[in-house]
């Protein structure tokens, strides 16, 4: 079929027959409900700039095994340039939306499984990387969007998943036959997954020989039966539900990407779908394939989403009459400095990347790890910075509602202004979006999205070489290396 648009997007999540709750209740429809129509509204873009040719170049690409014209975010990386070209794509996107669009976790997925299941194949003669072929032409011929399922519950922390008490803390295989298998447990923080046609599981984490009925990555559609998606609540979210758009700050695009859930409650998987069964010792490898991945992107988004919170700080500082104080404008310097070091290091990243033995391409893992933890430093120290330019008006100011009162609007209009050029109602749009892109959902997604900071930490030492760096200063202190 042709590329998606929008609304193509739309109708086709109409189709489907997914099960989600919200505040305690079932959904009958996520594309009419105002709780999910930022999320959608942001992923829907992502498919109308397929269309638009100022975008159509970064954000299409050509489908390695059919030829075909399809989006990039079902591509599988043919190049370091293909690498730099999603970094550039996933600045451009955040910059439109101020907020995830959620089709890149699953992007991620593809390119990991394509690389595993290759490497998995030539070493141990099985067939999985056909299989994910086959699923992976389904994807581009139809430009579904794919939820990316890595996280597990993972109870306690200590305990790998053959030792947890309740076995379901990570999902597992309970069933196998000729036909497929069948599996049960849950996914948590799962980005954009109510919104999204497909679902792609994967183990969170390396594995042992015991934790074998563990070791699995399968595809299945997110309106499988025996899939249950529980919706996580946002700063604010209820802001939504009101009348008017203003207090929102964001109404369009909202603040993150719309994380859930998401229980398997014995689903079955047929067998071509399933492309890890067992094989544990594979378990570690996708993981961090498909987090170095993920990592890569966050100079690119965050790049973008920065851009536009150091606008709406650099408007806020023009509002308040307070532009030309010359720490303003430092403070302003820092943001941007911040900003750039992070897609710096996205570019690095992709730059350095190499082909894997499948022939796709791969990022610097230390590198692409280095960001992402960067990200979960600068965001806070953006956000800081932005809320000190900013004024704590956004912390304290009354509600939409307020500002048009017959009785009391004037009061708001009067009292709420900073300098004559600007009405009132500009400056506290203002103030608001910086509240929804620089408070709570947003900064915790900044730390935790992509893996929290100490699973960058331990990538990290493990890609160091620290013995090459020995080396180097022994050279030089003149000490013999022993033989
Ligand atoms: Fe994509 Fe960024 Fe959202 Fe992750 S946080 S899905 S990289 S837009
Ligand atoms: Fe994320």
């Known amino acids: 079929m042709a590329l998606r648009d929008g609304n193509s997007y739309r109708e086709s999540l109409r189709a489907l027959n997914i099960k989600v709750y919200a505040f305690g209740e079932k959904i009958d429809s996520i594309v009419d409900h105002p709780l999910f129509q930022p999320h959608i509204n942001a992923a829907a873009l992502t498919f109308d700039l397929a269309h638009d040719p100022t975008t159509e170049a970064l954000v299409t690409a050509t489908s390695h095994l059919t030829g075909s014209k399809i989006s990039r975010f079902t591509h599988i990386h043919q190049s370091t340039d293909d690498l730099i070209k999603k970094v550039k794509m996933l600045r451009l996107i955040a910059g439109k939306t101020g907020s995830c669009y959620q089709r890149c976790v699953g992007w991620d997925a593809l390119n990991a499984n394509y690389t595993v299941t290759y490497e998995m194949d030539q070493e141990l003669g099985t067939d999985y990387h056909q299989r994910f072929r086959r699923y992976l032409e389904y994807i581009q011929d139809n430009d579904l969007m794919v939820a990316g399922a890595m996280t597990d519950p993972k109870g306690d922390r200590g305990l790998p998943p053959a030792k947890q008490k309740d076995p379901d803390m990570f999902v597992h295989v309970v069933a196998k036959n000729d036909k497929g298998i069948v599996i049960r447990g849950a996914k948590v923080h799962q980005t954009g997954i109510v919104n999204s046609h497909e679902m792609l599981i994967m183990p969170t984490m390396a594995m042992g020989e015991e934790d074998g009925d563990y070791a699995v990555a399968c595809a299945l559609p997110t309106d499988s039966p025996g899939v249950i998606h529980i919706f996580g609540r946002q700063t604010n979210d209820t802001r939504r539900l009101e009348k008017g758009d203003l207090d929102q700050g964001n109404a369009e695009y909202g603040t993150v990407g719309g994380e859930a859930l998401t229980i398997l409650e ?176 947003a900064l915790v997604e900044s730390m935790h999205g992509a893996g929290s900071p100490q699973a960058q930490r331990v990538m990290i030492l493990r890609q160091a070489n620290l013995g090459h760096k020995v080396k180097l200063a022994k050279k030089l202190a003149g000490i013999k290396e022993e033989k």
């Open 266 to 441: 014995d689903v079955f998987v047929p067998w071509e779908r399933v492309f890890m069964c067992g094989e544990y010792k594979y378990a570690g490898l996708l993981v961090e394939r498909f987090a170095s991945y993920h990592r890569q992107n966050y100079g690119g988004c965050k790049a973008g989403v920065s851009d536009v919170i150091i606008g709406a700080t650099t408007a806020m500082a023009e509002y308040n009459g307070a532009a030309k104080a010359s720490h303003v404008r430092d403070k302003i310097v820092e943001m941007v400095h911040l900003t750039e070091t992070l897609y710096c290091g996205s570019i690095a990243c992709s730059c350095e990347g190499a082909p894997t033995p499948s022939g796709a391409y791969f990022v610097n893992p230390l590198l692409a790890n280095t960001v992402k933890q960067n990200v979960t430093r600068f965001i806070y120290e953006i956000a800081r910075l932005s809320h000190d330019i900013s004024g704590g008006c956004m912390a304290t100011m009354p509600s939409e509602k307020d500002l048009h009162h017959d009785e009391i609007g004037k009061y708001v209009e009067k009292y709420f202004r900073g300098v004559d050029e600007a009405p009132t109602e500009e400056r506290m749009r203002m103030a608001r979006l910086v509240e929804n892109m620089t408070g709570g959902t």
